[in-house]
């Protein structure tokens, strides 16, 4: 769409803006279709903790938009005018649809609101003095963490992104820290736990780690991943799970030049056996979700975790057979505690969850809630014991998603509630 705008001075839209927990990090206003269908404003969370969007909004230069939902630490959202011209250019779905603002071709402005004040503001081709940018058909983008709050923070890109980036977090010095935990409480945490056994333990773990649960969108997974399963010695790189290989972040299934050696989105309970639907809070659980390499995923397929098999071939120490996966001796215990997670934080209580259940034998089915193999995975957390890595892992979560995994902090758990089943 064509509009003719007048020249807007920066004092009258930008001298209220002030520092964002939320920033406009890209932009499609000019698309290689039909702009009402097709143009979309993605966020960045650059701050450690998730924010509700309840009291933020967007605006232009005569509508406002009213947004949402969550948008994690470090995480991306994207707001489009609608899905299908969203999932035309990209073959995805956006995290929100339905986008009211008409972005205009030659020469606009979009402005972030949080309770009515002015947070964070991008202008294109003039309508705002001094934000001289313009593409065609691509998007423009933030090229840089630190927000200067003038174009200069700007760049128009060659390819689009839309729920992904390269915008970085600082959370030194947080409430949790990402190396230690040591300023994390768990007595307090788990303190209603104190005392209890077996499924009266259970139940009330269920409750703890479901109360502040925020549950991500699927595109903000893939940051979170990034964050939760960074190579402690290599920060650009992620550790796949089944491979233990140290990748490159920006790698990713579906990205420009990724191949089968990229890395995607493992749901380690395999999101066919419970919860086929990313609206379901267990598709989206980071707790379960590993880096992994693309052709090892797919080998895994949903197999039962057992022991034996044939060599997987591409993951060293890996064994398959027709139903079941055994994974490296290194992360046993990890896929072990995070079975007994997803067991216990789904009960049947979320709604849009069925009561998952970790059984004794591999004879599983699509579709069914149900994984195995249950005394298999008690001996594994038992052989496995937790290490540092899975401890950082555990408390970037609760950063990043806002509950823990009780088996990693407290692994003796597992035979206080499965140990009579096992013994």
Request: charged residues 20%.
């Amino acid at each position: 769409m064509k509009r003719t705008m007048l020249c807007l001075s920066a004092a009258m839209l930008y001298s209220s803006v002030a520092n964002s927990e939320i920033l406009i990090s890209e932009v499609l206003y000019d698309t290689p279709g039909t702009d009402s269908s097709e143009e979309w404003i993605e966020l960045y969370n650059p701050g450690c903790d998730a924010v509700n969007l309840s009291s933020y909004s967007l605006q232009d230069n005569g509508t406002s938009f009213s947004l949402t939902g969550t948008i994690a630490a470090g995480g991306y959202i994207t707001i489009a005018r609608s899905t299908s011209g969203f999932n035309a250019l990209y073959g995805s779905s956006p995290d929100i649809s339905g986008l009211s603002l008409s972005l205009g071709n030659s020469g606009d402005w979009v402005e972030l609101n949080k309770n009515s004040s002015a947070v964070d503001l991008v202008a294109w081709e003039n309508k705002v003095s001094g934000w001289d940018i313009s593409a065609r058909y691509v998007s423009i983008y933030r090229a840089s963490s630190t927000d200067t709050d003038s174009v200069s923070d700007w760049a128009v890109s060659g390819t689009d992104s839309p729920g992904t980036g390269s915008l970085t977090q600082d959370c030194s010095g947080g409430a949790a820290s990402s190396d230690t935990g040591s300023e994390i409480n768990e007595s307090e945490y788990y303190a209603d736990a104190t005392g209890l056994s077996g499924s009266a333990l259970k139940s009330k773990l269920q409750e703890i780690i479901s109360a502040n649960h925020t549950k991500l969108t699927y595109s903000e997974v893939w940051t979170a991943l990034q964050y939760t399963d960074e190579d402690p010695d290599n920060t650009n790189n992620v550790i796949l799970i089944y491979t233990g290989r140290s990748a490159d972040k920006d790698d990713r299934d579906g990205t420009s030049g990724s191949d089968n050696d990229s890395w995607n989105r493992e749901h380690v309970w395999a999101k066919s056996l419970g919860f086929p639907s990313s609206g379901q809070y267990g598709y989206t659980d980071i707790h379960h979700l590993r880096p992994s390499d693309k052709t090892v995923n797919s080998s895994r397929g949903n197999k039962s975790f057992d022991n034996g098999g044939s060599a997987q071939g591409e993951a060293a120490n890996t064994f398959t057979d027709s139903d079941s996966w055994e994974p490296r001796d290194e992360v046993k215990g990890d896929v072990a505690r995070m079975m007994f997670y997803m067991d216990t934080r789904y009960d049947g209580s979320d709604g849009n969850m069925p009561d998952l259940e970790i059984v004794n034998n591999t004879n599983v089915s699509s579709g069914d809630p149900n994984i195995g193999v249950l005394c298999t995975l008690y001996v594994w957390n038992e052989e496995d014991p937790v290490d540092s890595y899975e401890q950082r892992r555990n408390d970037r979560i609760q950063e990043q998603q806002g509950n823990r995994n009780p088996f990693i902090d407290n692994p003796q758990w597992v035979e206080s509630i499965w140990g009579s089943a096992c013994n």
